[in-house]
């Protein structure tokens, strides 16, 4: 049975850096549709990053970044896609939040190019960023 396991979380001062990794196992084949979501207290769970491979072996792909990301965050994945990686730089004290690595398991998911959390049907443990001002 696949698991997905993040790592990376931490507490850093408004202005820095963190990187956050999924590592994805189990799995007959690398997930090709992942994407990084964040829930902080009290608030819905929304996307962050989204990475769709059309073909992992030709690395064809596209990323969708949530407006309150972009030219911040980057998502990237590792050799044979069996890492997810998220670099998050000038972090800001609203980027506090439980960050979860999830993937979207179904076919033709490029095409579909999913971006709400219900239509991602694997999720890791999720991983603690806390940014203090």
């Known amino acids: 049975q696949g698991q997905l396991v993040e790592s990376g979380g931490g507490s850093v001062q408004a202005g820095g850096s963190l990187r956050l990794s999924c590592a994805a196992s189990?799995?007959?084949?690398?997930?090709?549709?992942m994407g990084w979501f964040r829930q902080a207290p009290g608030k819905e769970r929304e996307a962050v990053a989204l990475i769709y491979n059309s073909d992992i072996y030709t690395g064809s792909f596209y990323t969708r970044y949530a407006d309150f990301v972009k030219g911040r965050f980057t998502i990237s994945q590792g050799n044979a896609k069996k890492t997810l990686y998220l670099d998050m730089n000038r972090l800001k004290p609203e980027d506090s939040a439980m960050y979860y690595c999830?993937?979207?398991?179904?076919?033709?998911?490029?095409?579909?190019?999913?971006?709400?959390?219900?239509?991602?049907?694997?999720w890791g443990q999720g991983t603690q960023v806390t940014v203090s001002s």
């Open positions: 189990g799995y007959p084949s690398s997930p090709s549709c």
């Open positions: 999830a993937a979207d398991l179904r076919s033709h998911c490029y095409t579909r190019g999913a971006q709400l959390s219900s239509d991602f049907d694997a």
